[in-house]
């Protein structure tokens, strides 16, 4: 995969981080299972399951301390 | 989304904290399932299912740490 | 929810902060379930469960990593 | 529960602080299932379960991280 | 297992840390299983799981952790 | 157990790093289930399924972030 997806874990306000800590998420997926037919398929699923959509929120929760880490919790808000 | 949720991860008190860490985990599951009316039949399962609940409340965990973090553990309270 | 139940994370020695982070993790289940009655019925299962007492430990060991972070981890006991 | 069982997370040795991981581990469980009848029926299902020790071994992985982190990684040794 | 497969968690850009704990996460599977064709028969069951895509994104999830730490966020790009 | 098998959590090497996250995470494991027999007969189990791995990499994912903040991120290599 040589596409640039990620330049930087550096976001202007909290929820612009929260919002990139679903797109490493969902690229954790993506390199798993390329194929977007499959994943549009599978995200029925778990979009509406109970358990799936708490395992996503916990991968984005783990993803957002990162991405908060790396911008200092943005104190300087 | 354009909608604004998440102005800061600064709060007054550990309590507000932890229930900041609530709001984060369920914004995890809305990006993925934003039909409230799904996610209100879904929410009947996993509140009345200890797995569901014991998963609930790990990502609340994970979320709390990384607010905790950015309060410096509201050690000057 | 307007009850004050956390005040602090810091506590006098390691182990109340165990038993804080117990707490921590039970009202993360409350917050989802706030139904006592609910809780009740639910806690008889996960409490024979190993897999359930796992996963509860699991909840407690990450609230833990908090409340010693928040106490520099008793070092000065 | 008044019993005094963690005085300290400071240990001489990597392996003793693993150790007390494992001890944390197991009274993360003992505090939702105090009765050592049911705890010692349920060890044998666990015990002989893949998933169940994989599970095991997390929560001992999480609380030695707190643990390692609390004597500094033990670099001084 | 001498085979030379990690030298640094230092790299570039963020993308190649992400893909570095994509390695990290390949890597801790190929430890428990090394046979290279029975990893193949598992990945298309898992690839087309979406409880196995979350779990898979997880574990490269924390592995980021990891190798963001390592680089300092790449605060200096 | 007064088998010492753990003396440091320093490591020459990053590689040497991950390959002692293996060896905490089977610790891990064996401390709960010392009957080597019985590792063995459930070793094949969960070495053929891909939850199994998952789950096997994720615990050494927990173990190596914390050898790697152990050794300073062999930032010095």
Redesign the interface.
Known sequence: ?TE???????TA???EG??LA?T??????K???PDTE?LKA??H??????????????????????V???NN???G?
């Open positions: 995969m640039q997806w990620l330049e930087s874990l550096i306000t909290p929820q929260f919002e679903l490493l998420s969902r690229r954790g997926v390199y798993t299972q499959v599978l995200r699923g778990y979009a509406n399951s109970a358990d799936g959509l708490t395992a996503a929120s916990q991968v984005v929760a783990i993803n957002f301390q990162t908060a880490a790396a919790y943005w104190r808000i």
